[in-house]
Nanobody
Framework: VQLQASGGGLVQAGGSLRLSCTASGPGSNRVAMGWFRQPPGKEREFVAS????????DYADSVKGRFTISRDNDKKTAYLQMNSLNLGDTAVYYC????????????????WGQGTLVTVSS
């Protein structure tokens, strides 16, 4: 499975961005997907994940109520809608794919996209 992430950029605090992650290759329609982020100088952390069918999701406490993960299986694309962005959301965002049903653990994600930078300014 190959993943291509896009949609990062510079946004003011309080603004919104939508990230996309398109999967391709064998098995790309049989994976759960997730978003992680790595703030400057910190380790990668879980943001959100979604099951294969899109019926179940999970979020980090820090983004609940502000971020929404979704997917369009016809397009083999997962999205992360990010609203009410704050300075703490500045990070490189990575999408991942996993054969697990739904997980928050990076080690259970077998495939990773290249990362897209989100910078929130004051």
């Amino acid at each position: 499975v190959q993943l291509q992430a896009s949609g990062g950029g510079l946004v003011q605090a309080g603004g919104s961005l939508r990230l996309s992650c398109t999967a391709s290759g064998p098995g790309s329609n049989r994976v759960a997907m997730g978003w992680f982020r790595q703030p400057p100088g910190k380790e990668r952390e879980f943001v959100a994940s979604i099951t294969r069918g899109g019926g179940n999701t999970d979020y980090a406490d820090s983004v609940k109520g502000r971020f929404t993960i979704s997917r369009d299986n016809d397009k083999k694309t997962a999205y992360l809608q990010m609203n009410s962005l704050n300075l703490g959301d500045t990070a490189v965002y990575y999408c991942g794919a996993t054969p697990a049903i739904l997980t928050v653990l990076p080690r259970e994600f077998n495939y990773w996209g290249q990362g897209t930078l989100v910078t929130v300014s004051s």
